[in-house]
C-alpha cells in the first residue's frame, strides 16, 4: 500500500552502500546489514538504484536484464530476503524502473542487429541522410551526437544518453506488455512502488524533425551544464510531444493503484509544470526535478517551485543524489538545511549519508569511471564524487565498508563524521520524527516569503495546527519572529552559527 504520508524516501545507491564479500563494491547482504541505520532514522521507504544485470558502463542505468539481479550485488534469494527485512522493519521498497533506454548488450538490441526485424522495432534505427550524415541533429543529453552508426545493419540508432544506451521504443506494444511483465514480477516479489528514470525523455515525435535552437532563456533552462550542447536546442520534438505526460496512465497501469511512483524529470525547461502533468489523477504520485539542489535549497527556489506547482505533495523534494554532488558542507548550513527539507510539505528523498553531512570530496581523474565527468572533466558535473562509498565506522579500515578495497578511494574526514554521527544523524531521526508527528509532510502551504537569504514559510497541517518556519541561509534579520520557544531549532548543532549566519526553527503558530 502507498503511505497515507508523503513518504520520506532514503536513496541506497547499492555499490557504494555496504560490501560483505571484500570486492569492494556493495551488495544486497549489505543493505541488508545496514537497513536498521536507515529505519532508525524513521523514513518510510527506501529507493534502490538499479540492481539489475548491467555492464555498469552508466552505473547500473544501462541494463541487460530487467529481471534479474546482477550477480556482483548477490542473488534473487538475497533480493527476497531484503524485501522482507524491509518490511519487518516497516520500512517500504522502491525499485528503479530504468525504461528508458537498455544496455547495447541486452539481448534485444543484439538480435536487432543480427537483423532481427521485431525486435528492431523495440528500438528506433534510421537510414542515413545520402551523404551518409545522421537522419536529424538531435542531440543525446549527456551532449553527444543522439545517433550512433551501426555498420552490420548500415543505419544509425538513437540514444538519448550514452551510445551504450540505444532508447526503447516505449510506443510499441510488445516492449508495452514485456515491461508490464517486469513491472508485475517485481511487485509480485513484494516490491511496493518504483522510480521511474528520465520520464520526460521516453517519447519523440515520429516525425524525426530537426529540434529548432534554444532561446537564450531556454538555453539557460535545459537541465545539464550550459557548456553541454544539448542545452543549444530547444528539444520540442525529441522529448514529450503531445501525449507524453499521459505516458504515465500506462505506468499506473503496470504497476497497480496502490504502488508508490515517482519519476525524474531532466527536462528543466517548464520543469515544475511537467511535474504537474505527470503527476494528474491516474498518473505519478511525484515528481522531482533538479530546481531544489541545483540552488541547494535556496530561499528564492523554494518560493518559486511553491508558486508554480499546484501542490507540493506532488513535488519529490530532495537535494542531493547519485547524480548530483553533495549539498552537505560539514557546517551549520547542513542542520537547517535538512530542518528546511523536513518542513516543505510533500515527499522527501534523503540521499544516502546526507546524515552524516559528507561533502562532495574530490577524486582523480584517473580514479573516475562515470563517462558523463570524464566528458566534460574537470568541469563537472561531479557525478562519480557523490558515489563515493559510504563510510561506517570513523575508525575502521576504510570505514567498515568493505573488507577489500573500495572501488572509488575513499578519503572521508574522520572527525568530522564522528561529529555527524553524535549530532547530525541523532537530528534527522528528530526532524524525520516531527514532520511525520506534527503532520509536516501533508500539510498544505499558506505563505511563502523569500527575501535575499530567508525564507519565511507558514503551512497548516491536515488537522488544522499551523507551524511556521524561519530559515536562515547567511544572514538577515526577520522582522517579526514568532514569539516563544521554538518547537525545534537547527541552531543548537550551529556553534558556527553567529558568524556564517545560517540558522532554522520551527514555532507553532
Ligand atoms: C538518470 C540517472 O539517475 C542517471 O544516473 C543516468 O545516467 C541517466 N538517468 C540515464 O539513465
Redesign the pocket.
Known sequence: MAPESAPAIYQIYPRSFQDTTGSGVGDIQGIIQRLDHVAGLGVDAIWL?PLYVSPWV?????IIDHTAIDPRFGTMADFDALVDKAHGLGLQVYM?Q?L??TSDQAPWFQAAIAGDADKADYYLWRDPKPDGSPPNNWLA??GLPAWKWNHKRRQYYFH???PE?PSLNLRNPAVQDMIAGQMKGWRDRGVDGFRF??VTAFLWDESLKDNPPATPKVHRKVAGEVFNPYTYQDHVYDMLPGDGAAYAENLRKWAGDDAYLFG?N?SGNKSIELAMAFTAPGRLDSVYTTDLPENRGSPAIVAEVIARADSLQRITGWLS???QPRHGRGDASDPVLALQMAFLPGPWIIYQGEEYGLRQPDLAQEDVTDP?DLLYWPDGPG?EGARVPMPWDAVADSYAFTKGTPWLPMDWDRGDLQRAQAQLAPFYRQIIGLRRDLGWDTAEVVDCTAQDDLLDLTIRAKDGRSFRGLFSHGGGDFADPPQGNPIVTADALCPTLAPDGWCGAVWSV
Open positions: 538504484s552508466d552505473g547500473g542505468y544501462d528503479d530504468v528508458n533506454h543529453q549527456f538519448q544518453f550514452l544506451q528514470d528520465v525524474e531532466t543524489s547519485h547524480d558523463l557525478r
